[in-house]
């Protein structure tokens, strides 16, 4: 147990000092949005404390600008009964989390524009914090304005007050306090801090559908867009270093801000000790963040590996960096720019080609992972066990590759997806051939860059890239309800 109850008078003090401070990251994140985001709502870049080399603290003991006045009253009386996915927005929060607690306070500002072309009345943003960290709503509001949002399972449905139109934009507040997990067990590996690290997956509110958390399998039950811009704060109990999706941009010892451009979702991963060790690959930094006793160096060059040869078939690997982080437990987890790789782990040169695979499939075009789960985890399986040479039958009976992850069972679910579904995909690359086949696969790639793809349009670009008939020949069976 790591956990010490009898703090040392200098981390006490240093607790203090964060409990001050943690009132004004409120007020900070106004001016943050205000000097990084596109202008929301009119507002006015702030003056003080905002240079590059200015620490965070410095930026959170600034005074208050003033309360932002919308420059249009952009939510309009009235309701349509309506959401979408379809919406651009700009997310930056404060994290304030304790370590030895456990306590996970989010403070989170989104900045969302109606790019959908409806009008809508209500968000619908996803957390496992729902589930998982019993998070209590304490604060929301648009454009200042409370509204009262409802949480059933891992949504946050959250009225916007009335009316926003299509391209208007509203500035939607919400805070919630949590508590992290102390087992890696079931889902707890989510969101949880056990065997010396912090993990946290989609705890950041994020627009979305309602999806159901309660699978029978390890399948993912999340569908998020594309961000163009997330910029995270925490501020934590004593010193942490972090394996985030994003880049540090500023703070040091006790808070510290990172910043991630064009992502669908911020995870991270921390412990007091990670070491880190690092290499390139053209142009991109991996990193590997681990304790004492994991085996970082075959992780390292695993991912070496993995993304020289997956960038080689699909393209660049989109971001400057990538991270891959020992987690407490559970499973290998993608997320842009981060992959997580769980402590006992085996087989980590399969495991790290496999989550690498997935900053294609998923982070560039991403799909509904709960519903469609071929489009992300067959491809992305496909890939690794291609460039390792590693495929092998499937130890399941053939099934359909159309279903939802609430309807495989825990038995047969990665048989069935991962092995039938790559198997399907490598079959289909002999029939048509490698090249028109990978030509398929880039065309599909450039096309939902940044997007949310479907099966039914991977299918398509496939049987588009080849004079056979895969549909009739091939998918029509394996895809009965496509077909
Ligand atoms: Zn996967």
Redesign the pocket.
Known sequence: MRLNWALPRAALLAVALLLTLATSFELALDARSRLSGPEPLGGRPATVGASPGDSAVAQTVMPRQGAVAPAVDAIHPGSVNATSMNLTAEYAATINLNFGTRAFKVNELIVVTNTSGKAIDRLELNTVAARLGGMRVTRASVDDVAVSPTVTDQTIHLPLGGVLDPGAQARVRVTYLSTLRSTTSGSNWLFTRANGILEAHRWLPWISRPTPFDRPNHG?PFVTGVSPRVRITIASDRVIRWATTGEQVSGSGLVKTFEAINVRDFALAGAPDYAVRSATVGSVVIRVWSRTGFAAATVLSAAKTALSKEAALLGPYPYKTYDLAQTAGGY???SPGLTWIPTGAGNLGYLVA??T??QWF?GIVGDDQARQPFD??AA??FVARYVLGLRRASRCSTARLDLTIYQYSSACYYEDI?IQGGNLLDDTRRAMGSTAFWAAIRDYLATYRFRIATTQALLKTLDDHTPLDLGATRFRTRFPSYY
């Open positions: 993912d290998g987890m993608e496999h989550e695979g997935h998923y992300d985890e992305t399986d991962y």
